[in-house]
């Protein structure tokens, strides 16, 4: 197919290098086909806008969307890859379909520039409700099973070494709470994606006076982004929409790195249903966790991209690598977190805890010695550093005698305190008892708020369902002002078909 713009005996005498084509010039369907939607809206609304105020002829602007329907009607991806894929893919079918000079108008006005500003904008907004839906999901399931798991302690770790009592539920919804952050991000993205650039041209807009906020307004953005230079060369909201979707990865890859360890022999805490496993080639009784494996791969390699395009901008002004690679490095990104949401979703929502595995190793490894610290204290008045050397030296003592935690008795604690020169403590061994129960570590911090205490822990669930309930009903009033929006580009081409403007 001829190229409308690149032709041949104009201002270059040869056609363009064909690996060049492949990778870079439009550059390859993968990538072009993400930005097909907005490409043909951008041409109605282009079309529209000029026949409302007289910049194109009339009959030239029905012959071009009469054409655009067809064109739909023979569908976006087949056609436009066959005109090759680039922007200019609808003027190209046109001109193979209408009279050449009635398809030439479409682009007066109008630059390569704000084409590809418009189309990863347009494209962000139109695929980021995907991704909303996804975090309401994995959130859903979060605080769907955190509520079975209110009183199912479990070790929490730091370093891998066990730490302090907590519960599945408190640790689920500290899962939840960057999630919820991920989604009040990308809400804000959505807004800041939401400034026209449409009519800035190639940086100075034209000497054609093109109604911008009435092309914004076909296209279903908020506003219009003032400045034209700006409005085609900024790529500060694209960086963001990397950013945000990185640090949506890095939770994720948190996640299943803790899952992976949670689903070992060794930790045995959790079991994972088999649709998200395989097994081995050789060794028959394999359940391996292949979807865990490619979410912290896959994850990595993520991240890396971030590197990557923020390299890229570091260039002079108006550089094609930058308004080009950044945009189609952004379709891989939220293809990503999109199948890790889903896949992270599902994991949650069908694996099994093991509340006994959780409840033995919590009990097992001195998760309740910063309890027993505060015991002293408590009942006996020690001070709290004196408590916590004494505790610390119980500790060592019982390790190297291979003691665990339900071997201790007051007397032996008395006595590492003589030796070790502090005062005997002389708990009662109710008090003991009690100092070294999980299920007591968790429910004696309800006095602080946001810890694993049920009570406390019921007061998250209720806000994370609060929290989850206001975005869904804002998910669903921005696809609603979308679908608006298509509705009225629709209404406004056919009023111009109809002999109208």
Request: with cysteine.
């Amino acid at each position: 197919m001829a190229d409308v713009i690149r032709q041949v005996g104009a201002r270059l005498t040869q056609p363009v290098n064909q690996l060049l084509r492949q990778r870079f010039y439009p550059g390859p369907l993968e990538s072009l086909r993400q930005s097909y939607e907005a490409f043909h809206a951008f041409d109605k609304a282009h079309t529209v806008a000029l026949a409302e105020v007289g910049l194109m002829p009339l009959e030239a602007a029905r012959a071009i969307l009469e054409g655009l329907r067809v064109l739909e009607s023979e569908g976006l991806e087949k056609t436009r890859d066959g005109m090759g894929g680039g922007r200019h893919s609808g003027e190209a079918y046109l001109t193979s379909r209408i009279n050449p000079d009635d398809a030439g108008w479409i682009n007066l006005g109008r630059s390569s520039g704000d084409m590809d500003a418009v189309a990863w904008r347009f494209g962000l907004r139109a695929r980021l409700p995907q991704v909303f839906r996804q975090l309401l999901s994995i959130r859903r399931a979060l605080v769907d099973l955190a509520a079975m798991h209110l009183e199912t302690v479990m070790p929490s770790y730091t370093c891998l070494q066990h730490a302090q009592t907590t519960t599945l539920a408190h640790m689920l919804l500290s899962w939840e709470a960057p999630l919820r952050r991920d989604t009040g991000r990308c809400f804000s993205l959505y807004d800041a994606a939401g400034g026209s650039p449409a009519g800035s041209g190639i940086l100075t807009g034209s000497t054609f006076a093109v109604p911008r906020r009435r092309t914004a307004e076909l296209l279903g953005f908020d506003r219009i982004e003032l400045n034209t230079r700006d409005a085609v060369l900024n790529l500060d909201v694209v960086l963001e929409a990397h950013s945000d979707v990185s640090i949506c990865i890095a939770n994720l890859v948190r996640m299943a790195c803790d899952l992976h360890m949670w689903a070992t022999a060794e930790f045995a805490m959790v079991e994972l249903a088999d649709e998200y496993c395989s097994t081995s080639s050789i060794m028959p009784q394999k359940k391996n966790p292949w979807t865990l494996a490619w979410i912290k791969g896959q994850g990595s390699l993520s991240l890396g991209r971030l590197a990557g395009v923020f390299a890229v901008v570091r260039a002079e002004s108006d550089q094609l690598e930058s308004t080009l690679l950044v945009p189609w490095e952004l379709w891989h990104a939220l293809d990503d977190v999109k199948d890790m949401l889903g896949l992270m979703a599902g994991i949650i929502s069908t694996m099994k805890a093991r509340p006994d595995r959780m409840r033995e190793l919590a009990s097992q490894n001195w998760c309740q010695a910063t309890d027993l610290a505060a015991a002293m204290v408590e009942r006996k008045g020690i001070p709290w550093r004196a408590s916590h050397q004494l505790t610390a030296a119980i500790v060592r003592e019982a390790v190297s005698r291979s003691m665990k935690p339900a071997d201790l008795t007051p007397e032996f604690i008395d006595q590492v305190a003589r030796d070790t020169g502090h005062t005997p403590p002389g708990l009662d061994p109710s008090e003991l008892r009690l100092a070294l129960d999980p299920v007591e570590a968790v429910r004696n911090r309800a006095c602080v708020e946001g810890t694993p205490a049920p009570e406390r822990v019921s007061d998250q669930l209720e806000a994370a369902r609060n929290s989850i309930a206001e975005d869904s009903a804002r998910l669903d009033t921005l696809c609603e002002r979308a679908a608006a929006a298509r509705a009225r580009l629709e209404e406004a081409v056919d009023a111009v078909l109809e002999g109208g403007a």
